[in-house]
């Protein structure tokens, strides 16, 4: 219901780890999901608007 609520909203969402079903419908929802090692949050939006934020692909995604 709540990913629901942020379609038009967000077009990525940026996270230190995601399982793979969060991955898969936000996807689904055309949200590009980011996976990053930067805990910082202003500065990985930063790093991210510039093109600059290191990412892991799917298989970084938790899968329990």
Known sequence: AILGML???ISAL???????RLWD???A???TPIITDVE???KAVQLYLEGN???YDSGA???H
């Open 25 to 27: 419908d936000l996807v």
């Open 40 to 42: 910082d949050a202003d």
């Open 61 to 63: 995604a938790c899968r």
């Open 14 to 20: 940026i996270s230190l780890g995601m399982g793979k």
């Open 53 to 55: 934020l290191p990412t």
């Open 29 to 31: 929802l055309n949200v």
């Open 7 to 9: 379609v038009g909203i």
